[in-house]
């Protein structure tokens, strides 16, 4: 599934490692852990002027053509005013301006009222969050972001099209085999009908992956509080490990492709919310797509089964 080429430093480890299907590749760099970037996690947002607080944002928010906005449990879920994709949704999370500890019935229902955003879009849907300013969140309030465009994202479609002449060279589908593999390392987390692990060649810091049976959205929904009880576990394995902030990516193939695709979640963390405005991105992760990782997917798995 993957290669990996170490080389020892004069002082430390540096492992280069390559996912076979897709080529992405990351270097991973323990020992920079020693540089201690990330700070105590401290942080209160001011909710003055907040355009989604109950207050504001049924009068400065949008509405879907022809009226309304999707009103599920606390949840509320309208287009962005500033798009960055053809179809492009945002989610309140909550009522409340900032949440520390989110129950499932929260997630539940903002995951869903997406889902009911997307289904009519077309194209390749995705669900996105980024918690915390550190992980790009423009506001503190909790939101989520659905995304449909004609092309797939860059990462997914990779995983598409490579999947594909996986699936035409072997016969089977490669996150069938992906499954049998991860399921019998040192990365595999916890799930069954989901299998989330620590990925092997992350894209972010401590990268969890959750890949679902199915591929579209469509047929997502029967998944939906299995996943979103395995988003609340991984959130709090970060939390553990004194990391609050993080980004989370959702990924789906068009409505009616049948190429051995499946829908996976895509979760990392970030540095905490900082006074200094350090980042844990750099030219590598912008500019090369090929991030410098602290932590070992094994060490993650082995530090999970180890704490719960």
């Avoid at 989901?194 to 679902?212: K, N, Q, Y």
Wanted: charged share 20%; hydrophobic share 35%.
């Amino acid at each position: 599934m993957f290669t990996i080429r170490e080389l020892q430093l004069e002082n430390s480890v540096l492992q280069y490692r390559k996912e076979k299907l897709t080529g992405l590749r990351c270097r991973i760099s323990p020992d920079r852990t020693k540089r201690g970037l990330d700070v105590p996690y401290s942080y209160s947002p001011d909710s003055d002027g907040c355009p989604f607080c109950p207050d504001k944002v049924f009068s400065v928010t949008p509405e879907f053509p022809g009226g309304g906005r999707i009103c599920l449990g606390e949840s509320i879920t309208f287009p962005n005013l500033y798009p960055f994709a053809s179809y492009h949704t945002v989610t309140v999370i909550t009522s409340e301006h900032f949440v520390e500890f989110f129950n499932k019935k929260q997630l539940s229902d903002a995951f869903m009222a997406q889902v009911c955003s997307l289904s009519k879009a077309g194209g390749y849907p995705s669900i996105n969050w980024n918690y915390l300013p550190s992980a790009g969140a423009s506001l503190a309030h909790p939101h989520l972001q659905g995304l449909a465009d004609e092309q797939a994202p860059v990462v997914a479609g990779m995983y598409m099209n490579n999947g594909e002449r996986y699936l035409e060279r072997h016969g089977r589908c490669y996150w069938d085999a992906w499954r049998e593999h991860e399921e019998g390392s040192e990365r595999y987390l916890f799930g069954d009908e989901i299998c989330w692990t620590a990925h092997a060649v992350p894209l972010g810091e401590r990268e969890v992956r959750g890949v679902l049976p199915v591929a579209t959205l469509e047929d997502s929904e029967t998944y939906l509080d299995t996943l979103i009880e395995g988003i609340l576990s991984v959130i709090g394995l970060y939390r553990d490990l004194g990391t609050h902030a993080f980004n989370l990516s959702l990924f789906f193939d068009k409505c009616g492709s049948e190429r051995g695709f499946r829908a996976f979640c895509s979760i990392i963390s970030r540095i905490n919310p900082n006074t200094r405005s350090l980042a844990d991105s750099a030219f590598m992760e912008r500019l090369h797509l090929e991030p410098v990782i602290l932590t070992l997917p094994e060490d993650l798995g082995a530090w999970y089964r180890k704490n719960q």
